[in-house]
């Protein structure tokens, strides 16, 4: 097994918090009253700062809660639209970024930030890790503590992660709104965390932003009565109370809590896909640095709890990429999860065969120009099973079962367990010709945005 860890280059000095607590002391991860004094410290800091504004500047607050990779490049549509919004209304909308630190260190969190010219979050909590009780009663303490300083009109999380259920559990007791974006998704197996944590934040949520007619079809199936456009995908630029009367709602309907919307905006990854595909070539030399041909690599990435909490698994999925993947190089940037169990695995033992290149976790555009130049993705990733996707690569999804369901029905994506190579069913790539459009057209942060103000600017009150 090779071990390489790509160098970077010049890097701007990583924040405190990223070192460990807000104020730089102690592990990364690190918890306690001191790293809690911080938040309070930055909450009576932002009293101060907000007394200066002009009253009225803002028509109305979102709050965007994130916390784990995925959603720093989800957050990121959503808050250029934000700024589209606002240079072309006089209704501005204040908008404030929660950091939970669940991700923490600098090439699973800040490289994300500085490539795609985040903002600068307004909070950093600092959670970092622990165990599933631990780190999502961290998160509902400290983002409560915010919300009630903020009191903002909604709040936006994304995705499944203990961030996602951490804080809309806070807003939902504070009687604050969430909207989640990627609502309606399921696997049907419950002993996965993120499946506990996205059917929770859903029966909770105020507005469900799904990425397909699917997840919406799955709603309906729980008991949420009230889609727009019967499901289908809304329709582009501004969403306005005629879109609702068209749906089917009364025009006086009030949307809480206790009466959802469910809206097919669709998936905001293709939002950020659209604009980075044609730029990461430009900013990538990932090809080079690990001297890989397009076309000739396969890309492999294993991180859910289901395939890194034990020895076994880990070997089982070993066992298959070595088989799967055998007679060329398979990039594998490595979680740090997945590392400590590669490192402490049983008396040294080997999983991965030679042609399987272990790296340091990748930034966002390594990460695209790697996998749009592959033949082939072995992932249990949701994120990569759909980049491979709209990328028209081969995908192995290194799981039981997968939430995006579109994707193996379209041909380009199959489950390990039905692919046997040479010898068992195989990606059936003649189904796989038709257009990439199960999740929307790319303009799903601009509907997000125009039915928050739509639904919960300070008018409707």
Known sequence: MRVFCPIMGSVNPVRKFFSGRPGG?????????????????????????????????????????????PQFIKCLPVSNAVRGHNAGSKELLENVLIHTGQHYDYAMS?????ELGIEEP??????????????TGQILIKVEEVLAHERPDAVVVYGDTNSTIGAALAAAKLHIPVAHVEAGLRSRNKAMPEEVNRVLTDHISTL????????????????????????????????????????????DHKTDMSHPLVCNVGDVMYDVLKFAAGIAGGKSDILKTLGLTPGEYSVLTVHRAENTDGEGKLAEIADFVNRAAAGSSVVFP????TRKLLEGFSRGQRLFADNVILVSPLGYFDMLWLLKNSRLVLTDSGGLQ??????????????????????????WNVLYKDYAGGGGPALDLSRAGAAITSYGDGEAAGRIVSALVE?????NF
């Open 110 to 114: 800040q490289v994300f930030f500085n």
């Open 25 to 69: 002391k102690g592990k990364p991860g690190e918890s306690g009253p001191n790293q809690f004094k911080d938040v309070q410290r930055h909450i009576n800091k932002s009293s101060q700062i907000k007394s200066k504004r002009p009253r009225g500047l803002y028509f109305m607050k979102i709050v965007q809660v994130v916390g784990a990779r």
């Open 208 to 251: 469900l932003f799904c990425p397909s007619k699917a997840a919406v079809e799955n709603l309906r199936s729980e008991g949420f009565r009230d889609a727009m456009m019967e499901g289908e995908l809304t329709g582009r630029g501004k969403l306005t109370a005629v879109n609702f009367r068209e749906a089917g709602a009364k025009k």
């Open 122 to 135: 307004r909070y950093h909590l600092g959670v970092g890790s622990g165990s599933h009780g631990a780190q």
């Open 386 to 411: 759909k980049e491979a996707y709209w990328f028209k690569v081969p995908c192995i999804t290194l799981r039981e079962e997968t939430e995006w369901v579109e994707t193996v029905q379209s041909g």
């Open 455 to 459: 639904i919960f600017g300070k008018e």
């Open 334 to 337: 490595v979680h740090p999860r």
